[in-house]
């Protein structure tokens, strides 16, 4: 089993307030079995051990689901692989490397401590509309309602976005059309979502917007760094549907 | 303390439920908006119930510990969703779900609560359809279906292998739309440290800000505790790394009796442990068990390529064992099978800790494509940790930590025994016993949060008169003030050991000592090193920063400081219970071909634990099983 001697780069920053600078972390030994995140585990111990206070960072499943982890490595969302930090090993890097390590850059996800960011725009977008307004007790039998298996299966792939904010992380325009058009087309392609299909896309287009988030030129960057390889696909969807929406039902 | 009373409602087993539900109590529309309730955590349980509280009238708050209430563990759960639709014309219906549970469960759950539970799922697959949950569906446009342990019919609900996350996205936009609506106030990255009684009632939760460490009191009329399970007390698990037991302890240490504290899962299909920096330990989906065929070399020391192996020196021991169920045993039975042939040497790969899971004949029956489609992202999964391909290579497995079927007593209406407190899905005791079935804790969740608790809870309050209480009050005062006592008390020790440290410590005296085979020896040795291990916890821990800030340290710290007096407790638990059921195997107690024996005459009883102050032994109180539809008999899968 390989080890390796690496380089950190960590960014670090006491507070949401504060200025926040590139520290400089020496760690030897690594297996390369260890996932990215235990990588850090281990960085984080060594500080301890130093009591030097360790590197804030998300995390939470591990399992590359729950969408929590959120590192930029080596300028790029979630590394070098498209899957998310969680899944990345450290047999994808070499003896010697060094590894810089930022939080997602983006205006409407503000850094809340070194790399940890506040992601909580994309929560404010899906309460403006991401959802079909049933309440509990619905008793149409599940079955009632076929949907053929190909329409079931693109609305899956849409649906399987974990929230992670990658797209936005990689976009030059921080914008999270990906995310948005996700949660659109899922809802677009189902028969329940049809009546607040135009509401919905005019109401989650104009949170985004109020958030801060920029504007879609197109440029894919999104779509290459998402680990759920949400597809392009949803975003040409998004803009057709928006603009059926503006022309052809009421404002909301 | 008063004696244990389930409320189990009179009446035939079918009809419980119904007639439960109409002698419950209504809060009339307009009286529902003068009531606060507080739900914590945010998974299936704590996401369903808020949203359906706040729709019916209720005002929620909802607290989760993440940063988002989309990210709660519910989300990670893979295979999928039981309900006794009978979609498949296979023979089933609610009465064999229900007896598969509770034999699944090794005959340690209450009928009342299991029936009623294979009652609702029904519900819950037509609910999460019509909020837009994308199921697998066949060619004809219906769902799809398979199989999972311990049953023989199809009545599994999936979404790929992201069930969970589809439930929970499911469920969080209902609580969205709550949100929005302005009927539940969510707090994320907000940790709940006690619970608040006042008059003998719950009444609030003290919190900390988990950015700001702002300590805080929110009162309501009753508190929800929708917090998960506590697997993750063995350090290695599959549970998510913020899971933790801390909600139900502080709950526990308040008056709310804890039940089956040692009844744990070892997951029989897991990625096995590589090296000592591991943090956590990856589920591969039961469901894979429906093609892999689970194997280990005949003879001991074999150490060709798995490929190089024909099938001659091949032991399939589950199908040998168990040749009904096959390679589709429940959890329980497969792990500890997994457990023997390595004890015996026969493991593989380079710990010897681990067996084959093999989709050779799979992909020579149904085509490479096939297997993709059904397992792809599974698969791509294991590559990616694993680096080996599983299209080629069989995959190794072994058992690891799972679920809790343990958790805090509740009795039908799943109220805890401090009037007010309830807990939901994974953070109570009540459905599984002594083993859980795949495809049944999402099931459990979602009944619970959707179909139970709006019924059950508005009784509570229309029976109840509730004093004017605020958050000034002088209960919450005092709990404000122990809080961050407890807070500074761990920043101030400033020793030598890490926190992660204590925490894999604590995770090895529990996996050797009270994991998949226990005995009274080992378990008093446990004990004793528990105790060492909490003394020295609180002399030498080293949290470094401040209360006052971002500090995960801490947060760590104060979650790894009630794993160890959790851990103490499922040891007494673990010894008291001398018969082996389901997941607790004590050595003593086994059949002749070494399957778990259990002893229905002395322990056919939830063990239901009192806490009785800091270093002093918990009281333990019986709740007795009453079997009136099913016959106890030796639990066979053959």
């Keep these: 089993m ?31 079995e260890s996932s990215f995140l235990e990588m850090m585990d281990i960085l984080n111990e060594d500080l301890a051990t130093k009591k030097i206070d360790p590197v804030a960072f998300d995390h939470d499943c591990r399992e590359g689901i729950c969408g929590t982890c959120s590192m930029v490595i080596n300028g790029k969302p979630h590394g070098p692989l498209q899957t998310t930090t969680c899944q990345l090993h450290m047999r994808s890097f070499s003896d010697g490397d060094t590894i810089t390590v930022e939080p997602f850059r983006a205006g409407a996800f503000p850094v809340l401590k070194d790399l940890v960011v506040d992601r909580s725009a994309f929560d404010r977008i899906i309460q403006a509309g991401g959802y079909v307004s049933v309440n509990t007790g619905v008793s149409v039998d599940a079955n009632e309602i076929p949907i053929p298996k190909d329409i079931a299966d693109e609305a899956m792939d849409s649906a399987t976005c974990i929230g992670c904010g990658a797209c936005v992380a990689a976009c030059k325009n921080a914008s999270a059309m990906l995310f948005v058009s996700a949660k659109v087309s899922q809802f677009t392609l189902l028969p329940q979502g049809q009546p607040e299909r135009h509401r919905r896309v005019q109401k989650m287009v104009a949170q985004m917007d109020e958030e801060g988030f920029g504007a879609c030129t197109n440029t894919g960057a999104c779509s290459a760094v998402c680990p759920k390889e949400i597809s392009l696909t949803n975003i040409a969807r998004l803009n057709r549907e928006y603009l059926t929406a503006k022309v052809t039902a009421q404002e909301v | 303390m008063a004696v244990l009373d389930a409320k189990i409602p009179d009446g035939p087993l079918a009809e419980k439920w119904s007639k439960h539900k109409f002698n419950l109590k209504l809060v009339n529309p307009a009286n529902k908006r003068k009531y606060e309730v507080i739900v914590v955590g945010t998974g299936l349980a704590g996401a369903s119930a808020a949203a359906s509280l706040a729709e019916l009238g209720y005002n929620v708050k909802a607290f989760c510990f993440q ?123 907000t940790e709940m440290l006690d619970v608040v009684v006042v008059d003998g009632k719950a009444r609030g939760i003290v919190t900390r800000n988990l950015v700001t460490g702002k300590i805080e009191s929110h009162s ?43 009844f744990t899962q070892i997951h029989p299909t897991c990625i096995p442990v590589h090296g000592d920096s591991q943090s956590k330990l990856t589920l591969m989906s039961e469901s894979l068990r429906n093609d892999g065929r689970v194997w280990v070399p005949k003879a001991i020391g074999d150490k060709r390529k798995p490929e190089d192996i024909p099938d001659a020196d091949r032991d399939y021991y589950l199908e040998r064992k168990y040749p009904s169920f096959g390679n589709l045993s429940p959890r329980d039975i497969s792990s500890r099978a997994a457990k023997e042939v390595c004890d015996e040497g026969r493991g593989v790969g380079s710990t010897g800790k681990a067996v084959y899971l093999d989709f050779r004949d799979a992909i020579k029956r149904d085509g490479r494509n096939a297997i993709e489609q059904r397992y792809g992202n599974l698969f791509d999964m294991y590559q990616q940790i694993t680096g080996q391909n599983p299209y080629e290579t069989p995959m190794m497995i072994y058992p690891a930590v799972h679920y809790t079927m343990g958790g805090l007593w509740v009795d039908y209406n799943l109220m805890t025994t401090i009037p007010g407190l309830y807990a939901l899905g994974e953070a109570n005791f009540s459905d599984h016993g002594a083993n859980r079935l795949g495809a049944s804790a999402l099931m459990q969740g979602l009944a619970d949060g959707y179909f139970v608790i709006p019924y059950t809870l508005g009784d509570y309050l229309a029976s109840n008169k ?106 007494d638990d673990a010894l008291d ?32 634990w009192e806490f009785k102050g800091a270093n002093q032994p918990s009281q333990l109180h019986k709740e007795n099983l009453v079997f009136e539809n099913v016959k106890l008999s030796q639990r066979s899968y053959k």
Excluded at chain 1, 4 to 11: D, G, I, M, S
Excluded at chain 2, 82 to 102: E, M, P
Excluded at chain 2, 114 to 120: G, K, M, N, S
Aim: charged share 25%; proline share 1%; aromatic share 10%.
């Design chain 2, 67 to 189: 940063d988002s209430p989309r990210r709660a563990h519910s989300i990670a759960a893979q295979g999928g969703i039981n309900a006794a639709k009978n979609y498949q014309n296979d023979g089933d219906s609610v009465h064999r779900l229900f007896y598969d549970t509770i034999k699944g469960g090794d005959y340690r759950a209450r009928e009342a609560n299991v029936y009623r539970l294979a009652e609702v799922s029904v519900n819950i697959i037509d609910q999460c359809v019509a909020q837009g949950v994308p199921f697998a569906r066949e060619y004809g446009g219906l769902l799809s279906n398979r199989s999972f342990g311990g049953a023989q019919v199809s009545r599994t609900f999936y979404a790929k292998g992201q069930t969970g996350q589809q439930l929970l996205l499911g469920a969080y936009s209902a609580l969205s739309r709550q949100i929005a609506s302005g009927k539940v106030k969510m707090y994320n990255r």
């Design chain 2, 577 to 608: 219970r001398k018969e082996s059921c389901g997941g607790h195997f004590r050595v003593e107690y086994q059949t002749e071909d070494s399957e778990a024996k259990r002893d229905d005459a002395n322990y056919c009883y939830v063990s239901a």
């Design chain 1, 2 to 32: 390989r080890k390796l001697n690496l380089t950190l780069k960590v960014w670090r920053q006491k507070d949401d307030k504060g200025k926040g600078k590139f520290e400089t972390y020496k760690l030897n030994n690594v297996s390369e």
């Design chain 2, 220 to 262: 309501a009329h009753a508190v929800l505790l929708c917090t998960g399970g506590y697997g993750n007390v063995f350090f290695l698990s599959t549970n998510a790394m913020g899971s933790n037991v801390t909600a139900a302890w502080r709950a526990h240490k308040k008056g709310a009796l804890f039940a089956n504290p040692c």
């Design chain 2, 466 to 571: 509730f004093e004017a209480v605020n958050s000034d009050h002088s209960e919450f005062k005092k709990a404000e003030s122990e809080t961050l006592a407890t807070i500074q008390k761990l920043l101030s020790i400033k020793g030598n050991k890490t926190v992660d440290q204590y925490h894999k410590e604590l995770g090895l005296i529990m996996w050797d000592y009270c994991g998949m085979a226990r005995s009274a020896e080992g378990l008093a040795l446990a004990k004793e090193r528990i105790r060492t291990l909490k003394e020295d916890f609180w002399k030498n821990v080293n949290v470094i920063g401040a209360n006052e800030e971002l500090n995960q340290t801490l947060e760590k710290a104060c979650r790894v400081a009630d794993f160890i007096e959790l851990g103490e407790l499922m040891v």
